[in-house]
């Protein structure tokens, strides 16, 4: 139903206006497979399919990992940008520059994985530049010191931290 009523909204829009867009951004929990760390193939292309409606089906979907995502393969998801023209998540982080406007204006969107953020164990200097009360800073810090039994999810979280630094 969502992607029915982003469909029709979007083909009313008179064109250049805010209801038109030119991309779609998908902000994670892609998709909810049966079994939560093994999608299936059938399950890849439902939720691809989503986005196959006369108004959409054309704009260029770009996305992030959220937390469902994060119970399989996270390669999986990154390989669809390599199988789909429409899908775009060339990496778990990322940022990307968007035209905007008709005066050459480019927008920034900075793709962050959450997931990375709390399993992983790099010491964050910048928790203490924070303007915080204490209790917030602790629930920061447990936050940030909460570690991933899967090393590569921290090794992955290390380097988003340091690339956002």
């Not at 009523?5 to 030119?22: K, L, R, V």
Request: net charge negative; with cysteine.
């Amino acid at each position: 139903m969502v992607f029915d009523a982003m469909n029709t909204q979007i083909g009313s829009a008179e064109e250049d206006s805010i209801a038109d867009p030119s991309f779609i951004v998908s902000v994670g929990d892609n998709i909810y497979p049966a079994v939560s760390n093994a999608p299936t193939l059938e399950e890849w292309e439902l939720m691809l399919g989503l986005f196959n409606r006369t108004n959409i089906a054309d704009l260029p979907v770009w996305a992030i990992r959220g937390n469902k995502d994060a119970n399989f393969d996270w390669t999986e998801e990154i390989q669809l940008t390599m199988e789909q023209q429409q899908w775009s998540l060339p990496s778990l982080y990322y940022k990307q520059l968007i035209p905007s406007g008709k005066n050459g204006e480019l927008m920034g969107l900075l793709y962050i994985d959450s997931v990375l953020m709390a399993c992983s164990d790099y010491t964050a200097s910048w928790l203490n530049t924070l303007n915080v009360t204490d209790v917030q800073h602790q629930n920061i810090k447990r936050l940030r010191q909460s570690v991933c039994a899967d090393p590569g999810q921290v090794q992955w979280g290390n380097m988003q931290y340091e690339w956002i630094v």
